[in-house]
């Protein structure tokens, strides 16, 4: 196999993992975090996150031990990173995703910071099962956390880079959404009850089961 040698992540991915399934996993981590930093996640529902949601999505090409992500960010020594400083870490990651995702769905869905993303390493190439390309976020020491979930939503694009054309930023409660309607009427599904435009039924089942793709 012309890659076998290479330390740069596996080849090929494992049995029952494809392109698509990387995808999903990848967006629901990312999503999980951006809607969790909003609700007031502290450093134990970081650390829950890292260990869960963002383990799991990385489980392909993972390269030694994980350094409190933060560490870094933060500036200060491993383990005794304040709670402060966690919150404002958060904050200012998803503030700054925020700012990036907004941009690529005014852009079409275009992701301006993939290719920094990949050329810096974070995300790298594989081949599934069904000989498909596969992009797989990459968990490597001394990432910080924003490189982190850049690479989340970056390897999701990848793999299901028709998906983007949908990505909205609700300017109303800030929530990331993959959904066509939002963008067409500028808001996500939650107020449009409220501001009397009625979905319906069957349309937002749609929807959201493209979502929870
Ligand atoms: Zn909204």
Redesign the pocket.
């Known amino acids: 196999m012309a890659f076998s040698g290479s330390r740069r992540g596996p080849a090929r991915l494992a049995e029952g993992a494809t392109r698509a399934s990387v995808a999903a996993e990848c967006r629901e981590a990312a999503l999980e975090l951006m809607a969790g930093i909003a609700e007031g996640w502290d450093k134990g529902d970081l650390a829950r996150w890292l260990a869960g949601p963002y383990a799991r999505a990385t489980r392909h090409c993972r390269h030694g031990e994980r350094t409190v992500a933060e560490r870094a960010d933060a500036g200060a020594a491993g383990g005794s990173v304040s709670a402060a400083a966690i919150q404002a870490l958060l904050t200012s990651t998803r503030g700054r995703l925020l700012a990036a995702l907004e941009k690529a769905a005014l852009a079409g869905g275009a992701l301006a910071f993939a290719g920094e993303i990949v050329e810096r390493g974070f995300v790298r190439r594989a081949v599934d099962a069904d000989g498909e390309d596969a992009w797989l976020p990459v968990d490597a020491p001394r990432m910080g956390l924003r490189d982190r979930v850049s690479a989340l939503f970056v390897a999701d694009y990848l793999n299901a880079p028709e998906a983007y054309a949908a990505l909205y930023v609700?300017h109303?409660?800030?929530?990331v959404v993959f959904d066509d309607d939002a963008r067409q009427l500028g808001?996500?599904w939650?107020?449009r009850r409220a501001s009397g435009i009625e979905v319906r039924a069957g349309e937002r089942d749609a929807t959201r089961a493209a979502g929870d793709g």
């Open positions: 609700c109303r409660c800030e929530e808001m996500c939650r107020h």
